[in-house]
């Protein structure tokens, strides 16, 4: 499936992906390069007329890390996931503190969804600690 976005916003996601944060950073290292079982993942997709941190197209998956300005964004992420999940997107939030400090174990969340949805299984909830329901 295509996704449409709002050209004007290529040059945010451009300047985003140039300036990534320590999270983001930390994480890139294993969603690059088809790392997590051949997965796809871009860095900061526009998609609607939002940028998604993290998207792979193939299963639909957008990830995103939350730093301390989502705290009072709040019902604009809830507005924000209502709509990706329209648009058949599956979204898989953290914090950009776990990211940071203990990457390993989002790698570990995102690589469970992934083999969960690759072979039509759902995930197991236990092994995703940090995650928020969207």
Do not use: C
């Not at 499936?1 to 999270?23: C, E, F, H, I």
């Not at 995102?110 to 909830?125: A, D």
């Amino acid at each position: 499936m295509r996704w449409t976005y709002d050209p004007k916003l290529v040059p945010l996601a451009r300047q985003l992906r140039n300036n990534s944060t320590p999270g983001e950073a930390a994480l890139w290292v294993y969603l690059k390069k088809g790392q997590i079982h051949g997965s796809d993942f871009h860095r900061q997709k526009p998609i609607d007329h939002y940028i998604i941190d993290f998207f792979e197209p193939s299963m639909a998956l957008a990830v995103e890390l939350d730093g301390s300005s989502h705290i009072e964004k709040k019902e604009y992420d809830k507005k924000r996931d209502n709509r990706l999940r329209e648009l058949g997107i599956t979204v898989l939030r953290f914090r950009e503190f776990d990211a940071r400090r203990n990457t390993e174990a989002v790698v570990a969340a995102i690589r469970n969804w992934v083999e969960g949805h690759s072979k039509g299984n759902t995930p197991r909830r236990s092994a995703l600690p940090h995650v928020r329901p969207s």
